[in-house]
């Protein structure tokens, strides 16, 4: 009886603590955009410069964040590079797991630009909430203006 409520004190404890990984979630984008987030050049933009700088600024957090949940459809130019690809909406990620791969890429990933602001949950809920109508072409017409690279 005792080792069974130590070993549910346990689990609930483990439950409590068990955020998204982002590293676990980045997985399904290093399918696209490789392993080290260098990409394709012309296909799947690198997770890099333009990363960290759009997650400077309030408009590109917005944007980064839309385009995991909406996904995208360009045309956006990256690096001075042109894509006019189209990325899936990532399905299946709540609030806690876009924040997660976001943090992963930004802290992790994307190693040049500026200094990195994680995102958090409520921060990645008040974007989807603002966003209902919005679809992937819109999503990448919020790029040019958002102060990418
Ligand atoms: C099936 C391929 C695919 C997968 C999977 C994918 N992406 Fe993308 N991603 C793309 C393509 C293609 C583009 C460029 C879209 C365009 O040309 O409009 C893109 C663009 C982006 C951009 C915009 C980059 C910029 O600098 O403007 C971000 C951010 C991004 N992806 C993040 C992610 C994250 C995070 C994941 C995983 C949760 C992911 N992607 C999964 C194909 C993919």
């Not at 050049?41 to 600024?57: E, I, Q, V």
């Not at 956006?76 to 006019?84: D, L, M």
Request: a positive charge; one cysteine or more.
């Amino acid at each position: 009886m005792k080792a069974a409520v130590a070993l549910a004190l346990l689990m609930s404890a483990g439950m409590a603590q068990a955020a998204p990984d982002g590293a676990t979630i980045y997985n399904r984008c290093a399918a696209c955009h490789t392993r080290t987030g260098a990409g394709v050049p012309g296909a799947y933009p690198p997770l890099g410069a333009d990363f960290r700088a759009l997650a400077a600024k309030p408009g590109g957090r917005r944007y980064l964040a839309l385009a995991v949940i909406k996904g995208l459809n360009g045309p956006i130019s990256v690096e001075g590079k042109a894509y006019r690809g189209m990325m899936p909406a990532q399905g299946g990620l709540d609030d806690a797991g876009i924040a997660a791969v976001l943090n992963h890429v930004g802290g992790t990933i994307a190693r040049t630009g500026p200094a990195f602001k994680p995102f958090t949950d409520q921060e990645v809920a008040g974007y989807r909430a603002g966003a209902k109508t919005l679809g992937a072409a819109d999503v990448a017409k919020l790029h040019e203006g958002a102060g990418g690279k």
